[in-house]
């Protein structure tokens, strides 16, 4: 066989290995699509909670200050629930008590409007209404069934929940460790690059997560005082929504906003519905020129549209949660591309070079001493 006939035969067989290997790495990836995204989640939060660990770690022993930051992060839902379900049920009673009262209120108000007993006496509306309520507490035996079957989707959940905690554990008590040590492996210009980006990347995450917070609490308490004032009723459990969903970049605010609104209109429309959409415009005036500019600042530092798409991208990926992670997730990897563009030589930025300027609190260890003993972002 001619040498030419020896190199296309290896030419073809190479490309074949190759796509042979990309297919089943895909098809790995797809059938361990789900331990891998718990993955992904105990990495995020192992980043997140990294700054109060190392806060209580400068007085307790690392094994406690994961501890004790653990006991906080499992009281939310528990106080959530104390806050969230006993109004809702007591609520869910009241209204299949009184739904046969509302009911009769309906007709009275249709038998003196001429149009409107046309119309039921053509339909029946009233009268399908009144039997519909009066079936209204047997139904919610049944609604009690399937609260009771989603209460088996949580129970069966809770497996997913613990590996991730016990993921979280894992990289909170040994992450700088096992960073530290991988990095000997590697020549020490690119360990130094690598430490920079993880170590921008943790200070990006962390600052992102503590500001996001800040804001949804601010804009929580700001909002349970509002609707206190308005006399609106659940203002605790609507200031809660308000809470979670301005932890959505860009549109969740305005998404709690609406719901809220739409809970006024039914506690004292018009007055407390105007005095929220003006208070909920104005705020969130506020919140996306002042308040979150010095967010993305001092964390992300990334432009509105990237912020937009990642949203987008990380919402049809992951639903809600990749909606939540998917601007830190954009910072990291701008991060990487400016670093690797500079590695390149394709953007020079003499503060790269120096070590100092907006490198910030994830700026790299002074000399390779400190990274071959471990030092490493969290």
Known sequence: ???????????????????????????????????????????????????????????????????????????VPVLLGALLVPPLVTEANDLAENAPEYARDIS?????????????????????????AARLPERLGGAASTLRDLGLGIVNSVFALVTILILTAFMLGGGRRWIGQGLRFLPEDRADRLERVLARSAAAVGNYVAGALAQATLAGILSYLVLSILGVPFAGPLALI???????????????????????????????????????????????????????????????????????????LLGVLGALVAVPVAATIQIAAREYADYRGLAPRPEAETGTGDAGPGAPPEGPDERAAGAAPA
Do not use: C
């Open 1 to 75: 066989m001619a040498p030419s006939e020896v190199t296309a035969t290896r030419t073809v067989l190479r490309a074949v290995l190759v796509v042979v290997a990309v297919a089943v790495t895909l098809y790995l990836l797809y059938l361990l699509r789900r331990p891998l995204g718990w993955l992904f989640i105990a990495t995020f939060l192992a980043v997140a909670l990294s700054g109060p660990v190392n806060l209580l770690h400068r007085r307790l022993r690392r094994g406690f200050a994961i501890t004790l930051v653990y006991l906080g992060l499992l009281a």
């Open 108 to 132: 009275t108000f249709v038998s003196e409007n001429d149009r409107l007993r046309d119309l039921d006496r053509d339909y029946d509306i009233t009268g399908k209404l009144e039997e519909t």
């Open 242 to 316: 308000v809470f979670f969903l301005d932890l959505i970049p860009l549109v969740g605010a305005t998404i709690g906003a609406v719901i809220v609104g739409a809970v006024t209109v039914f506690s004292d429309f018009p007055t407390a519905t105007i005095v929220w959409a003006i208070w909920s415009i104005a705020y969130q005036q506020v919140e996306n020129n002042v308040i979150q500019p010095q967010i993305q600042k001092r964390a992300v530092d990334i432009s509105p549209f990237v912020v937009i798409v990642a949203v987008l991208f990380g919402g049809t």
